[in-house]
């Protein structure tokens, strides 16, 4: 089985004062230890560099050098993917968007799951309710009760 990631998860785990904080490390912990394929896509890893370092949007922001070293942390584990977009990603964008109508905000949740989408990846950790809105994905909440998913539809 394979899974990602939400920036939110990630924003958690290195925001000590979040009250996620305990559970978005322990996701983050089990992440980088494996052994299942973990896709870690690049608008994800530059959401977070963006996010944990901005002082309004973390109580303690890291330090650039700090953020970069955790997701190189994360990168250097071999069960650890980062696919970029590929020849048909527009095709793929356009039939996550048909569904969705994505504006604003989600427009960045729509581009996660078009990636989902072109490798094959249908589970997502996240806190956004937002993912629920789209077909053939899996939206799990490590902060919901424990065992419960949260589920979309998979037309």
Request: proline residues 8%; charged residues 25%; glycine residues 6%.
């Amino acid at each position: 089985m394979s899974y990602t990631l939400d920036v939110n998860v990630l924003l958690y785990a290195s925001d000590t004062q979040s009250p996620y904080y305990e559970g978005a490390r322990a996701v983050v912990e089990r992440t980088a230890s494996g052994p299942e394929i973990v896709y870690l896509f690049w608008p994800t890893v530059i959401s977070y560099l963006r996010l944990v370092t901005h002082p309004s949007i973390v109580p303690r922001p890291l330090p650039a050098a700090a953020a970069a070293d955790n997701i190189e942390q994360l990168l250097g584990q071999p069960h650890v993917q980062s696919p970029g977009e590929q020849d048909g990603f527009w095709r793929q964008y356009r039939e996550v968007a048909a569904d969705a109508l994505p504006t604003g905000n989600l427009v960045s949740d729509a581009h996660i799951v078009a990636l989902m989408w072109e490798n094959g990846v249908r589970t997502i950790w996240t806190h956004d309710r937002d993912f629920r809105r789209f077909r053939g994905i899996d939206v799990r909440d490590p902060f919901g009760e424990p065992g419960r998913r949260s589920r979309v539809r998979r037309d």
